[in-house]
């Protein structure tokens, strides 16, 4: 029992404190804050000032909303009717007025024509009418002309898009079977991008074709950095399978190309069964809505030295 009697007397010894040092700085702190009397002497609000309060006090804030009253709306629609009324009138009386000038103006001209000038008027429409069915073979013919000028004439090479007719499907290149390319015509450059392969003649042992993409444009461009691979027989563009088909995660990886930039990618040749003798190659890339190419071949000794020899006697 003494032993919690000392305990008790103890915390009652420090709630003393506690408070004595409580009632202590609240003291200090009040000591701060001057009196009513030399508050209201500092500052007086006017009379304005406390109108407006009172106020805000009775809305709570929130702006008087104001009534309309009866006469004040009865006048308004009285004007607003009276307007379109006004407008309704004017109208009608222009449109009246024009369709009176018109009539009196048609009247006018055919009292004015002499009989004779009847007769030759009505001739007139008479023989434009029996004219009229005589034009529609000349018409059918015009028709028949323009259709046939987009047929394609006997021996020309087809450069039309897939499916076109004259141009195969599917040909035999280096021991199987390719199929057509979905787009025939294709172009190097637009005003805002470009494509351009390291040489326009490839060494046979080159291992890769180098192709760079330029961004002229203002703004970035994105484009896929796996491409396709053309190989032109007889006029026609078809797409070279490669050997090991590449995953879905490199087929669909872009490349973000920055204004005035350009960025180099590679087709390795080793990739691909090659016919050194084809007329011409093009690398496809494909970007934002576009497609282009660029076009290449691989070197022929023999032929190039002919060329070289007949560019230098010329």
């Given amino acids: 029992m003494a032993g919690s009697d000392k305990r008790d007397k103890a915390l009652d010894v420090k709630e003393e404190l506690l408070k004595e040092a409580l009632d202590a700085c609240m003291e200090e702190q009040l000591s701060f804050i001057p009196p ?35 006469k004040e709306f009865i ?17 009608g009386a222009i449109a009246g007025g024009a369709l009176l000038l018109s009539k009196s103006g048609s009247k ?7 009989p004779a000038e009847m007769q030759e008027v009505s001739e007139e429409e008479e023989a434009v009418t029996a004219e009229a069915p005589a034009e529609e073979p000349v018409d059918g013919e015009d028709q028949n002309s323009e259709a046939g000028a987009g047929t394609q004439e006997p021996g020309e090479a087809p450069t039309g898009d897939a499916g076109e007719a004259g141009v195969s499907e599917s040909v035999e290149f280096m021991g199987s079977s390719i199929s057509l390319a979905d787009n025939q015509r294709l172009q ?17 042992d080159a291992e890769s074709v180098k192709v ?22 007889d006029g026609a563009w078809y ?18 190309l920055e204004p005035g930039m350009a960025q180099d990618e590679e087709i390795f040749l080793e990739n ?12 496809v890339t494909y970007m934002d809505g576009l497609i282009l190419c660029s076009q290449f071949r691989f070197e022929n000794p023999e032929e190039d030295l002919e060329e070289a020899l007949e560019q230098t006697w010329e």
């Avoid at 190097?188 to 046979?204: D, F, G, Q």
């Avoid at 797409?239 to 973000?256: A, D, G, S, W, Y």
Wanted: aromatic fraction near 10%.
């Fill in 108 to 114: 006018g001209n055919y009292a004015d024509m002499a």
């Fill in 36 to 70: 009513e009397c030399e508050i209201a002497r500092m500052h007086t609000f006017s009379q304005e000032f406390r109108e407006y309060m009172e106020r805000l006090l009775k809305t709570k804030g929130r702006p008087e909303r104001r009534t309309i009253q009866r």
């Fill in 188 to 204: 190097e450059k637009t005003e805002t991008v470009k494509t351009l392969v390291n040489s326009p003649v490839i060494a046979r």
């Fill in 272 to 283: 691909y069964e090659l016919d050194y003798e084809a007329e011409m190659y093009r690398a």
């Fill in 75 to 91: 006048y308004s629609f009285n004007k607003v009717a009276a307007s379109i009324l006004v407008l309704l009138v004017v109208s």
């Fill in 239 to 256: 797409l070279v399978p490669p050997k090991e088909k590449p995953t879905e995660e490199e087929e669909n990886r872009l490349v973000r």
């Fill in 212 to 233: 760079t993409i330029g961004n002229m444009d203002e703004r970035p461009i994105y484009y896929y950095a796996s491409m396709d691979l053309e190989v032109l027989i």
